[in-house]
């Protein structure tokens, strides 16, 4: 899976979930691309707060996905295969007054609730597509407040392609 395909894998999900539908014209997802340097993820983050601000409408109490892009690492069976695994997470926000913690808890909840749904739908659309994920590949964690009264919950996931094809040596790709 290329990244293009996962954008958009995550994108229809956020616009058919029913807490979320999001539109052109209601935006209620937005991806991010995340450095795993700790210095760029710094600005990533920071670029990412500014846009939670200008483009999310929450105001009708729907949840928000944001689709983290994937970070990949390969591995061989020391054999004929390589892997490729994919290590991708997404949030789902919602808003919650700054001193609401009783209402924080409850909006935990129904985050923690959408993103096992759409969790749900990635296993059941990435083992459709020949990939291997399992529910032991993913760790879900309460975030937040996040820029003005964002909490909710991130999902850390790992799916499986095979990358021999991708990882074999092509000499009509290369000059002489």
Known sequence: MRHK????MGRELARR?????HSPEKCRFLRILISSDPIQKQLDLSEFNASLRNRL???DGKAAMVLENYQADYSDNE??????YHHSAFLVLKLVGRDDYDGRDD???ECERIGEELMGAYIE???????RITPDDVLQEAI???GDGLVGCRFNYVFRSAATQALTYQPSKFLD
């Open 17 to 21: 979930h029913v807490d979320i539908q």
């Open 79 to 84: 054999g004929d295969f390589y892997a490729k």
């Open 5 to 8: 395909q996962y954008t958009a």
């Open 107 to 109: 909006v935990l909840d």
């Open 57 to 59: 409408d929450l105001s």
């Open 144 to 146: 937040g407040p996040i």
């Open 125 to 131: 659309q990435l083992t459709a597509a020949g990939l």
